[in-house]
C-alpha cells in the first residue's frame, strides 16, 4: 500500500505510447469503473501537463512527464490527437472488454446477448430460481436429465424448496464449474477419469495439511514419547472409543499421507481441549494420565506449557479433525454424475430465461467472450474481435483476479511467442485482496507470480517503499501485521504471508498509533471514547480529515448522537439514518 502500483502502472501506459503504430494496440484492464476512469484521468493529466509545459517537482512525476513528452510526440507524428480523442486509449474494465467482445461474434452465437440488459447477480435470483425450478420438469420425462434430476433430487430428500435454492446458487457462480463439466454427458472411461482426478486433488489437500502439521509441531516431538502411555492406560479403562487409542503404537510424529490422518486425529484429541484450536493447560485420568504416571504426566504437562501459545500449530492440528476422506464412496460418486448432468441442464434453461426476458449477466457475457477468444492452447483471433492486434496488455489490481479472469488473460495471449515484443505487465498486491466474495482467488496471483499466466513468464518486481504513510506507522505494521496474515504464501488455501514494507526517507520519525483499549461490548462506552478520542484531535489539527471505521453501521448510532451534541460535523453517507 503507498508504494507508487498505479503510478508506476500509469508510466508504462505512456511509455508503451511511444513505442506503437496505434493506441489501440495497449489494451489496460482494470476491475471497476471507477479505478478504470481514475487511470484514464491521471494519463490525460499527465499528457496534459505536458502539453501545458507544466514542469513537476517530485522525481517520480518528473519521469512521467518525460514520458508524457514522448507519447504526444508519437501522438502527432502519426495523427492520433490523443488530447482530442482519448478513447482511443483502450483503458477499460473487464466486464466492458468481455462486452467488446461477446458485441463483435455473429447474433447466433449468442441469440439475445448483444441486446440484452446487462443486471447484477442481486437482481437476477428470481430468474435463477425459475431456471432451476424449470429442470423439475424433467422429472415428468425419460432419459439421462430425468434420472440426473430424480438422483438429486432425492439425495436431498425429495426437498424441493432445498433443490431449488442450491441449484440456483450454483448458477451465480457457473463460470467455475462450467469449464470442468462442459455439457456433463460423461461415458465410463470419462467418469473413472475425473474421478481419479477430484480424489488426487483430496490426497493432494489432506497431505499438504499433514506436511505444515507436521512441520509445525516437530520442535515438540518429545511429546510423542507419552502416546504410547496414554493409550495404553485408556485402553486398560475400557475406553476404546477415545480416538487417543490409535496412539497404543506410536512413538514418534506421523508422517503426511492420508492413511496417517486417524493418528493425527488421535494426537488432537489428546492434546487440544474439545472443539476449539486451542491446547491444553493440563490432563488427567480422562486422557490417559492418571495419578500414579508423574513423569509422564510432568512431560506432557511441559509440552503442553511449551506449546500455549503456539496459535499456529493449534489451528493446523485442530483442522486434522475435519479432513474430508480421500476418496468417494460410490453413491456419493453417483450423486456427483447426477450434478455434473443436471447443472448444464440448469445453465441451460438460464439461458432459455435470458433471451426471453431480454437480460445478461455479466457472467453471461463473458462466458461468450471466453467462448469467442477460445482456449491459450487454441485462442480466437483477437484481432478481428478488438479492430487491431493486441501487443501489450497492462492488468491493475491483479490480485482480485477470479479464476475465469485468468483463463481469458490465457486466451487474450495464447497465440504469443517469446521474442515477438509482446508484453504483458500485472500490478497487485495479495495482502490487499478483499474480493473473494466475487470469487477473486488470491492464489491465483501467487502462481502467476511464481510460474507465469499461460506460456507467458512473468519476471517479478516487489515495491517495498511505503510513500503514503508515517516511519513510525510503517514500524507498526511490520509488528503487528506478520501474527495477521498467514506465516507463509500457501496458494492453495488463498493464504497470503506479510512482506515487510520500507518507509519514505521523508516520512521518517512521523505518525502516530494509540490504542484506547474499552472492553465488553458496551456501544454506549465505546461511543463516549471515541468521541473524545476525536475532540482531542480536532483540537490539536483542527484542519485535518478524520476517518472513523467500524465493523458495522450498528455501532455507529452512539457515536453520531454524542458527535452532534459535541457539535462535531460529520459526514456519514447512507449511514446516518433520518430515523
Same mark, same amino acid.
Given at each position: 500500500?503507498?508504494?507508487?502500483?498505479?503510478?508506476?502502472?500509469?508510466?508504462?501506459?505512456?511509455?508503451?505510447?511511444?513505442?506503437?503504430?496505434?493506441?489501440?494496440?495497449?489494451?489496460?484492464?482494470?476491475?471497476?469503473?471507477? +479505478?478504470? @476512469?481514475?487511470?484514464?484521468?491521471? *494519463?490525460?493529466?499527465?499528457?496534459?501537463?505536458?502539453?501545458?509545459?507544466?514542469?513537476?517537482?517530485?522525481?517520480?512525476?518528473?519521469?512521467?512527464?518525460?514520458?508524457?513528452?514522448?507519447?504526444?510526440?508519437?501522438?502527432?507524428?502519426?495523427?492520433?490527437?490523443?488530447?482530442?480523442?482519448?478513447?482511443?486509449?483502450?483503458?477499460?474494465?473487464?466486464?466492458?472488454?468481455?462486452?467488446?467482445?461477446?458485441?463483435?461474434?455473429?447474433?447466433?452465437?449468442?441469440?439475445?446477448?448483444?441486446?440484452?440488459? %446487462?443486471?447484477?447477480?442481486?437482481?437476477?435470483?428470481?430468474?435463477?430460481?425459475?431456471?432451476?425450478?424449470?429442470?423439475?420438469?424433467?422429472?415428468?420425462?425419460?432419459?439421462?436429465?430425468?434420472?440426473?434430476?430424480?438422483?438429486?433430487?432425492?439425495?436431498?430428500? !425429495?426437498?424441493?424448496?432445498?433443490?431449488?435454492?442450491?441449484?440456483?446458487?450454483?448458477?451465480?457462480?457457473?463460470?467455475?464449474?462450467?469449464?470442468?463439466?462442459?455439457?456433463?454427458?460423461?461415458?465410463?472411461?470419462?467418469?473413472?477419469?475425473?474421478?481419479?482426478?477430484?480424489?488426487?486433488?483430496?490426497?493432494?489437500?489432506?497431505?499438504?495439511?499433514?506436511?505444515?502439521?507436521?512441520?509445525?509441531?516437530?520442535?515438540?516431538?518429545?511429546?510423542?514419547? *507419552?502416546?504410547?502411555?496414554?493409550?495404553?492406560?485408556?485402553?486398560?479403562?475400557?475406553?476404546?472409543?477415545?480416538?487417543?487409542?490409535?496412539?497404543?503404537?506410536?512413538?514418534?510424529?506421523?508422517?503426511?499421507?492420508?492413511?496417517?490422518?486417524?493418528?493425527?486425529?488421535?494426537?488432537?484429541?489428546?492434546?487440544?481441549?474439545?472443539?476449539?484450536?486451542?491446547?491444553?493447560?493440563?490432563? !488427567?485420568?480422562?486422557?490417559?494420565?492418571?495419578?500414579?504416571?508423574?513423569?509422564?504426566? @510432568?512431560?506432557?504437562?511441559?509440552?503442553?506449557?511449551?506449546?500455549?501459545?503456539?496459535?499456529?500449530? @493449534?489451528?493446523?492440528?485442530?483442522?486434522?479433525?475435519?479432513?474430508?476422506?480421500?476418496?468417494?464412496?460410490?453413491?456419493?460418486?453417483?450423486?456427483?454424475?447426477?450434478?455434473?448432468?443436471?447443472?448444464?441442464?440448469?445453465?441451460?434453461?438460464?439461458?432459455?430465461?435470458?433471451?426471453?426476458?431480454?437480460?445478461?449477466?455479466? &457472467?453471461?457475457?463473458?462466458? +461468450?467472450?471466453?467462448?469467442?477468444?477460445?482456449? @491459450?492452447?487454441?485462442?480466437?483471433?483477437?484481432?478481428?474481435?478488438?479492430?487491431?492486434?493486441?501487443?501489450?496488455?497492462?492488468?491493475?489490481?491483479?490480485?482480485?483476479?477470479?479464476?475465469?479472469?485468468?483463463?481469458?488473460?490465457?486466451?487474450?495471449?495464447?497465440?504469443?511467442?517469446?521474442?515477438?515484443?509482446?508484453?504483458?505487465?500485472?500490478?497487485?498486491?495479495?495482502?490487499?485482496?478483499?474480493?473473494?466474495?466475487?470469487?477473486?482467488?488470491?492464489?491465483?496471483?501467487?502462481?502467476?507470480?511464481?510460474?507465469? %499466466?499461460?506460456? &507467458?513468464?512473468?519476471?517479478?518486481?516487489?515495491?517495498?517503499?511505503?510513500?503514503?504513510?508515517?516511519?513510525?506507522?510503517?514500524?507498526?505494521?511490520?509488528?503487528?501485521?506478520?501474527?495477521?496474515?498467514?506465516?507463509?504464501?500457501?496458494? +492453495?488455501?488463498?493464504?497470503?504471508?506479510?512482506?515487510?514494507?520500507?518507509?519514505?526517507?521523508?516520512?521518517?520519525?512521523?505518525?502516530?498509533?494509540?490504542?484506547?483499549?474499552?472492553?465488553?461490548?458496551?456501544?454506549?462506552?465505546?461511543?463516549?471514547?471515541?468521541?473524545?478520542? &476525536?475532540?482531542?484531535?480536532?483540537?490539536?489539527?483542527?484542519?485535518?480529515? %478524520?476517518?472513523?471505521?467500524?465493523?458495522?453501521?450498528?455501532?455507529?448510532?452512539?457515536?453520531?448522537?454524542?458527535?452532534?451534541?459535541?457539535?462535531?460535523?460529520?459526514?456519514?453517507?447512507?449511514?446516518?439514518?433520518?430515523?
Amino acid at each position: 500500500a503507498g508504494s507508487g502500483k498505479t503510478e508506476l502502472l500509469i508510466q508504462r501506459y505512456l511509455r508503451l505510447l511511444a513505442t506503437v503504430e496505434n493506441p489501440e494496440e495497449i489494451l489496460a484492464i482494470t476491475f471497476t469503473r471507477k +479505478a478504470a @476512469a481514475e487511470m484514464q484521468l491521471r *494519463v490525460l493529466e499527465a499528457l496534459r501537463r505536458e502539453a501545458a509545459g507544466v514542469e513537476p517537482d517530485e522525481a517520480h512525476l518528473k519521469v512521467t512527464a518525460g514520458l508524457a513528452r514522448r507519447a504526444l510526440e508519437r501522438s502527432d507524428k502519426r495523427g492520433w490527437g490523443l488530447l482530442g480523442s482519448p478513447r482511443r486509449m483502450r483503458i477499460l474494465t473487464l466486464d466492458a472488454l468481455n462486452a467488446t467482445i461477446a458485441r463483435a461474434q455473429p447474433l447466433t452465437a449468442e441469440q439475445g446477448l448483444s441486446g440484452g440488459r %446487462i443486471v447484477v447477480d442481486a437482481d437476477l435470483k428470481s430468474v435463477h430460481r425459475e431456471a432451476a425450478v424449470a429442470t423439475l420438469d424433467w422429472l415428468t420425462e425419460t432419459g439421462p436429465m430425468a434420472d440426473a434430476a430424480r438422483d438429486v433430487l432425492a439425495h436431498v430428500d !425429495n426437498n424441493t424448496g432445498l433443490y431449488i435454492a442450491y441449484v440456483a446458487a450454483m448458477l451465480t457462480t457457473r463460470d467455475q464449474w462450467l469449464p470442468f463439466i462442459g455439457s456433463g454427458s460423461l461415458d465410463d472411461q470419462e467418469s473413472a477419469a475425473l474421478r481419479a482426478q477430484f480424489e488426487q486433488s483430496l490426497r493432494l489437500a489432506v497431505t499438504s495439511h499433514l506436511e505444515r502439521t507436521r512441520a509445525a509441531l516437530a520442535p515438540y516431538e518429545q511429546v510423542a514419547d *507419552v502416546f504410547g502411555y496414554a493409550a495404553d492406560n485408556l485402553l486398560a479403562d475400557g475406553k476404546t472409543d477415545n480416538p487417543v487409542v490409535v496412539l497404543a503404537d506410536v512413538d514418534a510424529l506421523p508422517g503426511s499421507d492420508p492413511d496417517d490422518v486417524a493418528t493425527w486425529q488421535g494426537i488432537a484429541e489428546l492434546l487440544l481441549v474439545k472443539s476449539a484450536a486451542q491446547f491444553r493447560k493440563q490432563v !488427567n485420568k480422562n486422557n490417559g494420565f492418571p495419578t500414579t504416571g508423574k513423569d509422564e504426566k @510432568a512431560l506432557v504437562t511441559g509440552m503442553l506449557k511449551a506449546l500455549a501459545n503456539d496459535e499456529r500449530s @493449534a489451528t493446523l492440528l485442530d483442522a486434522v479433525r475435519t479432513l474430508p476422506p480421500v476418496t468417494y464412496s460410490d453413491h456419493q460418486w453417483q450423486v456427483l454424475l447426477a450434478l455434473f448432468r443436471l447443472l448444464p441442464l440448469a445453465v441451460s434453461e438460464l439461458k432459455r430465461l435470458f433471451t426471453e426476458k431480454g437480460l445478461a449477466d455479466h &457472467i453471461e457475457v463473458a462466458l +461468450a467472450a471466453g467462448t469467442a477468444l477460445g482456449s @491459450a492452447d487454441s485462442p480466437g483471433d483477437v484481432a478481428l474481435l478488438l479492430d487491431y492486434q493486441v501487443r501489450h496488455i497492462l492488468v491493475d489490481e491483479m490480485q482480485d483476479t477470479s479464476s475465469a479472469q485468468y483463463r481469458m488473460l490465457e486466451a487474450l495471449t495464447g497465440g504469443w511467442e517469446a521474442g515477438d515484443d509482446r508484453t504483458l505487465f500485472c500490478v497487485g498486491d495479495p495482502m490487499q485482496s478483499i474480493y473473494r466474495f466475487r470469487n477473486a482467488e488470491v492464489g491465483q496471483f501467487l502462481l502467476a507470480r511464481e510460474h507465469g %499466466i499461460g506460456d &507467458i513468464q512473468l519476471e517479478s518486481l516487489v515495491l517495498r517503499r511505503n510513500f503514503r504513510s508515517g516511519e513510525i506507522l510503517v514500524d507498526w505494521f511490520n509488528e503487528v501485521f506478520p501474527n495477521v496474515l498467514a506465516a507463509e504464501n500457501d496458494p +492453495a488455501r488463498g493464504e497470503v504471508a506479510y512482506e515487510a514494507a520500507v518507509s519514505a526517507a521523508h516520512l521518517t520519525g512521523q505518525g502516530t498509533v494509540a490504542v484506547h483499549p474499552v472492553f465488553g461490548t458496551a456501544k454506549a462506552a465505546e461511543a463516549t471514547t471515541g468521541c473524545e478520542v &476525536i475532540k482531542k484531535i480536532v483540537a490539536m489539527s483542527p484542519d485535518d480529515d %478524520i476517518a472513523v471505521l467500524v465493523q458495522g453501521r450498528s455501532q455507529l448510532p452512539e457515536l453520531l448522537a454524542r458527535l452532534r451534541d459535541a457539535g462535531i460535523g460529520y459526514s456519514a453517507v447512507e449511514i446516518d439514518r433520518l430515523t
